[in-house]
């Protein structure tokens, strides 16, 4: 069966930094991309970066380029993302994601994940 809890979420002052972390279990993690996204009350699921299952490409949405660093430790089955220079407009809930699919250049799209988090809450106040 598998699993995929993300952590780290909270509430944090505007230019704040917070780290996501996420495990997944009951699958082979180093054959999966990995994702994070994002959604905010009335908004549709954002992509906000992926990553290879090799770790050797990532690539970010232009709003968190800059900012913030999607790494994993495959050793441990485990995904972070390190959020720096928070912003109110990066409040979402973020979950973390799993797939096989993968294209240099652009992330996989949130359906072609296969599996995904139940989400944790980040709040950025002003």
């Known amino acids: 069966q598998v699993q995929v809890v993300e952590s780290g979420g909270g509430l944090v002052q505007a230019g704040g930094s917070l780290r996501l972390s996420c495990t997944a279990s009951?699958?082979?993690?180093?054959?999966?991309?990995m994702g994070w996204f994002r959604q905010a009350p009335g908004n549709k699921r954002e992509g906000v970066s992926c990553i290879k299952w090799d770790g050797t490409r990532t690539l970010y949405a232009d709003s968190v380029k800059g900012r913030f660093t999607i790494s994993r430790d495959n050793a441990k089955n485990t995904l972070d993302l390190q959020m720096n220079s928070l912003k109110p407009e990066d409040t979402a809930m973020y979950y973390c994601?799993?797939?096989?699919?993968?294209?240099?250049?652009?992330?996989?799209?949130?359906?072609?994940?296969?599996?995904y988090g139940q989400g944790t809450q980040v709040t950025v106040s002003s």
């Open positions: 994601a799993a797939g096989v699919i993968w294209r240099d250049g652009r992330c996989p799209e949130a359906n072609e994940y296969k599996y």
């Open positions: 009951g699958l082979n993690f180093d054959g999966y991309a």
